[in-house]
């Protein structure tokens, strides 16, 4: 039962070296850029992350005061409707979508796919929503934009389905709680025809998986060095989310 992968930059951003790798990197700064991925096959469309949501002014603006080189960008032909559009994809027929994790960049157009069962992290949606008395202080709007937030809540709702720390998406497709970035981080693993893929947004850049240095904004360095063995032993294939060498290493963004 394999699939096909196409992954698509959304957006992206110009990150403090330690940001990537922890306590490593201190005198640059490294491109992030935002994925998301639509996987076809055994009659689905399946759609992991939403990118972010329409207008983004805020993030234009508000990552310079953060500091003046940490800029965010994102082109017309990275918004959603643009990114489907050019893989021949139309949103009512995605059957499923993945967060991962719940985050701007991932949640900002859930509603956009109204046929679509939303998959999320169960201990992630938790932490969202009923945060721990030591989690940052934060609402949840941070984590997804208010209207889609409201859509989850309200109209989606029937259609959330919440994930346990090991799962299953559909044959030939599972999840495992990753946690490293955020609590709601996972890896998707997805059997291709050149073997098994693995997107995970606990990895930024091949570099965090393959020489087992942790990303820089984290959790847990254990959550790291833990789910970096595990993703090892597991991927043939992998899909750390925001790194610009995925479309070197996969020609056009397409696996499988």
């Not at 491109?31 to 055994?42: D, H, K, Q, Y």
């Not at 719940?102 to 949606?125: E, T």
């Not at 109209?155 to 346990?164: A, I, N, Q």
Request: charge should be negative; charged fraction near 20%.
């Amino acid at each position: 039962m394999p699939y096909s992968i196409q992954i698509a930059k959304v957006g992206s951003q110009q990150a403090p070296g330690p940001e990537v790798f922890f306590m490593d990197s201190f005198d640059v700064f490294l491109p992030l850029w935002f994925t998301m991925a639509i996987v076809r096959g055994e009659g689905r469309t399946i759609a992991i992350n939403t990118g972010f949501e329409s207008d983004v002014g805020h993030l234009v603006d508000g990552f310079p005061k953060w500091h003046p080189k940490a800029i965010f960008a994102r082109s017309e032909d990275e918004r959603v409707e643009a990114v489907l559009a050019k893989m021949g994809v139309q949103p009512a027929e995605v059957d499923t979508v993945v967060l991962t994790p719940l985050g701007s960049y991932s949640a900002g157009n859930i509603s956009m796919f109204s046929n679509a069962r939303i998959c999320i992290l169960r201990s992630g949606w938790a932490a969202l929503l009923a945060p721990g008395p030591y989690s940052p202080d934060r609402p949840p709007t941070v984590g997804v934009p208010a209207r889609e937030l409201n859509y989850l809540l309200t109209t989606g709702w029937p259609k959330v389905h919440l994930l346990e720390e090991d799962d299953q998406i559909a044959p030939g497709i599972t999840t495992f709680f990753t946690g490293v970035h955020h609590p709601s981080s996972m890896a998707i693993v997805i059997e291709t025809v050149d073997g098994r893929a693995v997107y995970t947004d606990s990895s930024f850049y091949f570099r965090n998986v393959e020489e087992d240095i942790p990303v820089g904004i984290g959790r847990s360095l254990e959550e790291a060095r833990r789910s970096y063995a595990r993703i090892r032993k597991v991927a043939d294939l992998l899909i750390p989310a925001y790194d610009p060498d995925l479309f070197k290493r996969y020609p056009g963004g397409r696996i499988g």
